[in-house]
């Protein structure tokens, strides 16, 4: 979502924050902007679009002073314009927020009557005028910003800035993410590490309710009571190569080819001689009777397929849940629960929030994230980082396949505690693992005919996914991948449900994309198949050699993929799912790593 940075530094601040917001692109935005206080005048400048505008602008009217605040919006309250744009301004403050102020309307009513109108669209621009009508009271700016951050409702990162101040920043968390960097003559505060890895990695991550007040020589924290705290300071290894293109056109062509690697260093992190290592304190699933899943978008459907992963190979139950919806039916959660989050940035808002609902009522919370310094990692009991190292593209690639891989091992874990996997079984199933990367290899030299066929699917303006088992989640997911980057519309469908009304959408112009390894599912797909043949329909098969040769005629085009163990198939097939969306987004010239609309780390509910 938006991303906030800030500096009280020694030199000018405007390059640093224009620099540091670049870094927080991948998170989407539709506007930018900075403030800085110079000699103690208060300034900002701003520009609608990509941060290129905001740089232009400060070409033609710079910005001078070393303290200051910037900001990258996604819209939530009003249109991308400059006037809704951060920060906002109300007199002697200017704020930068990432999050939504949930009674911003009851503010602004209060404020009118006192005779402070507001001049934008925007929830944030009621925090900037309670905070200037309190400095008119008489207030000192720390006090009116506690003032302020008292009468708040919802979910927050804050920083304000305020004239006559060049030595003051004042911060703030509740709901989205906050992290303070510093070292021996500057401090740095942004809304994502990434953002202030080049200056330093010394990193303080404010906790649920603090607020900070920030000079260059001391950083004050206080909880949600005010009681003075201290945070913990951690050294982040943030490697600038991973925020880099390395040759590549676009961040997910680079992200697609690294899933190999990457794939690698989780199974590093995960398998060992003996068999499954668990990070302490691990996880004993003889004294759990069920589980359940919460997760959002991408990470919602690696949760699907896991469920596929526990109950057949564990015969564990599993409820799976979007995680905006999870808390709102108040579940019951027996006492012998283990309630898993799955997260790639680890701050997704509603998925933090469900975690928080299951606190003291789960036997055991556990995460699978990215970010292992992040909100939901913190807040849990055991964290089972993917090792998918920075992924920048908005749409998940190899954090996707990173998330199958760990729920897969934990699978494993699950089924060998219960009884229902032997060690030889184990051990097999781990061969079979270990020789995954090598096979996503063979399926990334897929990567010239996937080209080839994303230049007739760009010309579609529907498109269909089919899966059975456990490529039914994997089907929804490639085409959640062609819509979000390429805009063309696609659905996924349980193969078999298509004759339950969506086959009334077949014609010559729908591509149908199947995702069919030969497995024991096959010649029912394969039945499937031949009711959309039969109406017309375009079928691009995505399965192995044995499978296009069984298929039989009426295939439009296919796709060969390796032969793979079964179980291991929905991590294998999401490459060419993601190629496909890859390149139909190339072939349409769309915004591939930044799509319109969408933000990488979902920080609003």
Not at 6 to 12: D, I, K, S, Y
Not at 165 to 176: F, N, P, Q, T
Not at 449 to 476: H, Q, T
Request: aromatic residues 6%; contains cysteine.
């Amino acid at each position: 979502m938006c991303g906030i940075v800030g500096v009280l530094g020694a030199h000018e601040a405007a390059p640093f924050l224009v620099e540091a917001l670049r870094r927080l692109e991948y998170r989407g935005y539709d506007s930018a902007g900075i403030a800085t206080v110079n000699q103690g005048q208060l300034a900002r400048r701003r520009a609608v679009g990509k941060l290129a505008n905001l740089s232009d602008a400060l070409v033609h009217d710079p910005l001078r002073g070393k303290a200051g605040i910037g900001h990258t919006r996604w819209a939530t309250h009003g249109a991308p314009t400059i006037g809704n744009a951060h920060p906002h301004r109300a007199g002697r403050v200017a704020v930068v927020h990432n999050g939504i102020i949930e009674n911003f309307r009851d503010l602004r009513a209060e404020l009118s009557a006192s005779g402070m109108a507001h001049e934008t669209d925007t929830d944030t621009e009621t925090v900037a005028l309670l905070t200037e009508f309190h400095l008119s009271q008489g207030l000192s700016p720390r006090d009116a910003a506690e003032r302020t951050l008292a009468r708040l409702e919802g979910a927050y990162a804050l920083a304000f800035l305020f004239e006559g101040e060049d030595d003051l920043m004042i911060v703030a968390r509740k709901g989205s993410p906050l992290a303070i960097g510093h070292d021996e003559t500057e401090v740095y505060v942004g809304s994502d590490a990434i953002a202030l890895a080049p200056m330093t990695d010394r990193i303080t991550y404010l906790d649920e309710g603090d607020w900070a007040v920030i000079t260059r020589q001391k950083i004050e924290i206080r909880d949600a009571a005010g009681a003075l705290v201290e945070r913990p300071t951690r050294i982040i290894q943030i490697d600038a190569a991973m925020v880099d293109k390395a040759g590549y056109k676009h961040f997910m062509a680079k992200e697609i080819a690294e899933q190999p690697t990457v794939i690698t260093n989780a199974l590093d992190a995960y398998l060992t001689e003996s068999g499954i290592a668990l990070p302490e304190p691990g996880l004993d699933f003889r004294t759990l009777d069920r589980m359940s899943l919460v997760a959002c978008g991408t990470a919602y459907y690696a949760c699907m397929t896991a469920k596929y992963w526990f109950e057949s190979l564990a015969r564990l139950p599993v409820d799976i849940d979007v995680a905006s919806e999870f808390r709102y039916r108040e579940p019951p959660i027996p006492d012998r629960t283990v309630a898993l989050f799955v997260s790639q940035s680890g701050e997704t808002a509603d998925t933090l929030a469900a975690l928080r609902f299951c606190k003291g009522k789960a036997a055991s919370v556990a995460a699978v994230v990215n970010v292992t310094e992040s909100s939901i990692a913190r807040e849990s009991d055991l964290v089972l980082p993917i090792h998918a190292g920075t992924e920048i593209g908005v749409a998940s690639t190899k954090a996707f396949t990173c998330q199958l891989v760990v729920l897969l091992i934990l699978a494993l874990k699950a089924a060998q505690d219960r009884g229902h996997l032997s060690d030889a079984d184990l051990a097999e199933r781990l061969v079979a693992l270990r020789a995954l990367p090598g096979l996503m290899n063979h399926a990334l030299a897929t990567e010239e005919p996937a080209s080839a066929l994303s230049r007739k699917l760009s010309e579609a303006r529907d498109v269909l996914f089919l899966g059975r088992g456990a490529m039914y989640p994997l089907a929804l997911e490639g085409a959640l991948k062609m819509k979000e980057i390429s805009y063309i519309h696609a659905e996924a469908y349980a193969s078999g449900e298509l004759k339950h009304g969506p086959i009334a959408l077949i014609d010559e112009h729908v591509p149908v994309i199947v995702m069919a390894p030969r497995d024991a599912l096959f010649d029912k797909t394969v039945s499937n198949m031949h009711e959309v043949m039969a109406r017309g329909g375009r079928i691009l098969l995505v399965s192995d050699q044995r499978g296009v040769a069984d298929a039989g005629d009426g295939v439009w085009e296919s796709l060969v993929l390796p032969e793979v163990d079964p179980f291991l198939a929905p991590i294998l097939y999401a490459l060419p799912a993601q190629l496909l969306a890859y390149h139909t987004a190339v072939a349409k010239g769309t915004d591939v790593d930044q799509p319109r609309n969408l933000a990488k780390s979902v920080t609003v509910e």
